[in-house]
């Protein structure tokens, strides 16, 4: 039988005459049959494509009639069993290799593929259009099939024609023969506008014949025709060839003819005569992987394994751009003289929307051994059997570079042991025995051996600090380094800063990544289109990919990526592994998850084309918000007292009902995991402030500073600086004076725990300024008159702290705090009696408040009074008062603060041993929290009692 869905439908009996198939019904089901040849497909399936969303409740009778009137029509007398086969589960259509046009249209392209690999550029020509001649229209053109159906099986067959035909005039060209192709040119051009590799080919085709004004008119066409359409500059690879007409570059006349070769030996004897030498040329330059080229040749190089045992199977997985094939193609030269018997290469294709079938790798393999094409077998298991004789005592090394998966190269292996299987794929095949190597970016420096040894090492060495920017640009992947070198050798004038320049330069890294007609984006998109084959389509894997682009260059949880995404955290638990097994996704410890650069350069900017404004900034707001209130949940564990900033509305007009815990992390329980949490999202909480302010969300981005308050505190005083200016720009671009005085305000606290309240002064001021002769302003103006009393309090001026809290508590007369620290300028200005009274006053409304962590504060400042009016004792009792407070609370800070005065006060008694235990959990208390300053003190402390006699435990 032969069928034909290249054009108009045909089914023909073996002498050619056509074999009608009645019904339009009946014609839709044996296509939908041959769409899917030899394969089960389901029942649900064939109803949806013969009647749509309108199926029939006689649906199931009227199949079974379809399939009885087509067994008449396809079945002969000969065959023991019919070629439609119904089962509970669906029909199977059996299919022969050569009977259907799809499947030979599909071979031609496989071995067009690895011809085209090898430069057999007349094999090319003749693959192609032998592959081409089976085209007889558009597919499918006279079945009556839905949409659903029909599209994507026929615009995957007219994107192979495409490609096909782009690979005959890449042939015709390398082989001379532009004449006369450049109208044929024209119209693909025409019809096919954007398709750039028609354009450069019209380009290079009218340079060869001597038209090169013709050559740069079709440049410019192109070019404006691309910019038009896509807003963008056409790719680098035309931009280049341009040039290179411009310059009438030697290198693009005709190619010399290669010479002829004697014709291949064919028939049975063929098959144990032909030695093939297949491997690639290794590159001269290898750098890098030292380690693993010499594990894997290390294998090979071993003693022989006995007969009968197992073939090693040794592969290497890694992202696009890695080095897989280059470090797999560098060991199989290094050990080949142990195989005399051929070195096979084969690309699978495994990474491609079309990948080489099973079936189609055999026959090549087989073909390669010098088996004559009339004596290869039909079917998987004769040619899989066939293959293993013929190499069965033989010492050949099989290099199969692009697997799809292991289901494509289980057949593809030796029976035993002689022969070495090598093995290259984007996944990680783990169910073989042998070396199984993940490669992930080169060192910094192997990365820069490899571009000194493409740029020299005097450029590199002459600008140091542009050649680490090159270096972070390419992320150590040894295609960006190669292409990035590659680009830089070819322009002498260019200095590294240039290129530097270049790959920072808003957001066009991959667009600079190119030489010829090797890509970066190329390289890895290949694994982003197989994404786009997933069952869920462009809603599935390949959005959460393209979305998780736009997390800041951090590791991130799957709590993260699921608030991001707006989906379930086991749902996307699931995604994120699978895109780490397609490596497009890194995962430096079990639930955290990172980009390659690259990578995530990629997916922002197919994010892009794909996904609209209005859903990436969803998107990125969803995160920030979830940053957001993971950070207010850690403040009312961190710093319990601490103003807390409002989440929704403004300033001061929140209490804890406002709260919607559901868009962040669970409560914490206490300190402890409140902490653990913010050590763990720490990157991503102040990226995030950054994220928001440079997406435009204002208001989330200051607020998010704001939060990070109680935790940057405790040791993190870069965080701190560098959140709260980012999250005062935000304040300003949003026109909020009144977060911006919130952001002033923090930035002061800032640096007065950095011991700097002369600079604090500054920002206090400001804030002053914005908040003075505003109405309904006079609690921020407290607050922000005591913290200027506090800068005066550590400069030593005890007045000058004292006239400020005063004039706080004018603007706020309930304010406790504001007390506390009034009540220790007096006791520093010997006023000891007063400072009591102001506590006593304070701890009044702090009870009557139920106040507990001012009064903790409180009694605690009334333990340095009283140990400044000379009465240990007393202090003793005001310091064990605040920690119990303390420690219910959850106040680690506040509770070494205590210990520390407590100390002082046991020691005052003479209580030395008391003193030091003391001193040494304070000093722990201090170290956890980040309090260098009073550390330091308590190690003088403690180094000054030790030498005293008593013995410090630290």
Known sequence: MRFGLLGSFVVEDAGGAPRPVGTPKARALLAVLLMRPNSLVSWDTVKAAMWGESVPATARASLHNHVARLRRVLDTGGETESRIQVAPLGFRLRVGEDELDVTLFDDFLCRARAARLAKDWTAVEALTGSGLALWRGEPLSDIALPDTERGPFVRRLEEARLQVLEWRYEADLHLGRHQGIAAELAELVAAHPLRETFHGQLMLALHRSGRQADALLAYDTARRTIRAELGVDPEPGLVELHRRILRLDPSLAVPPPAPEEPPAAVGPSAATARVPHQLPSAIADFTGREEE??????????TDRPEGA?????????????????????????????????????????????????????????????????????????????????????????????????????????????????????????????????LGALPEDAAHRLLASIVGEERVAAQPEATAEVLRACGGMPLALRLAGSRL?????????????????????????????????????MSYELLLQEPSGPAGPARVFRLLGLMPSVAFGVEAAAALLACDALCVEDWLEALVDAHLLESPAPGRYQFHCLVQALAREL???????????????????????????????????????????????????????????????????????????????????????????????????ASLWAYVRLGRSDDWQSTHITGLAAARAAGDERAEAWMLNGLGNGRIQAGRPDEAIDYYRQALRIHEGKPDRDRELGAVLSNVGTCWTDLGDHRSALRHYRQALVHDPDSTATMNNMADALANLGRHDEALAVLDEAERKQRATRDRVSLAIGLRIRGDVLRGARRPAEAVGAYRSALVLQRQGGDLHGEAISLFGLGNALADLGERAEAMACWESALLGMERVGDAGRAVELRRRLVGTHRAGAAPKF
Not at 293 to 302: D, H, M, N, T
Not at 503 to 517: F, T
Not at 640 to 666: C, F, H, I, N, W
């Open 607 to 705: 994010a892009k084309e794909t996904d609209t404004e209005d859903e990436r900034l969803r998107a990125v707001e969803r995160l920030v918000t979830w940053c957001l209130r993971g950070a207010d949940a850690a403040t009312a564990r961190l710093a319990p007292s601490a103003r807390r900033v409002p989440l929704d509305g403004k300033p001061g007009d929140r209490g804890p009902e406002d709260q919607e815990p559901e868009k962040g992390p669970a409560p914490f329980v206490g300190y402890d995991e409140a902490h653990a949490w913010c050590e763990r999202e720490r990157e991503l909480l102040v990226a995030g402030v950054s994220l928001a302010h440079g997406t435009g969300l204002h208001a989330l981005a200051w607020k998010l500073a």
């Open 310 to 438: 197992t073939v090693l199977v040794h592969r290497v997985s890694g992202g696009g751009g890695m080095g897989k094939t280059t470090l797999m193609v560098q060991a199989a030269h290094r050990i080949r003289e142990r195989f005399p018997d051929g070195q096979v290469f084969l690309d699978l294709g495994g990474m491609t929307t079309m990948p080489m079938t099973t079936e189609n790798a055999l026959g090549l393999l087989l073909r390669t051994l010098g088996v004559a094409p009339e004596e290869v077998p039909d079917g998987v298991q004769a040619r899989s059997a066939l293959f293993r004789s013929l190499v069965a005592g033989r010492r050949m090394l099989i290099l199969l570079d692009d697997a799809g998966d292991a289901a494509q190269i289980r057949p593809l292996l030796p029976g035993a042991a002689g022969s070495a299987v090598l093995v290259t794929s984007r996944r990680r095949l783990v169910s073989f025995p042998g070396v199984r190597i993940d």
């Open 489 to 525: 050798a070819a322009r002498p004038a260019w200095s590294v800063q240039d290129l530097a320049h270049r790959l920072n330069n808003h957001g066009r890294v991959l667009r600079e990544l190119y030489a010829d007609d090797l890509h970066v984006r190329t390289a890895l998109q």
């Open 293 to 302: 080229l010499a594990r894997i040749v290390g294998e090979l190089a071993a």
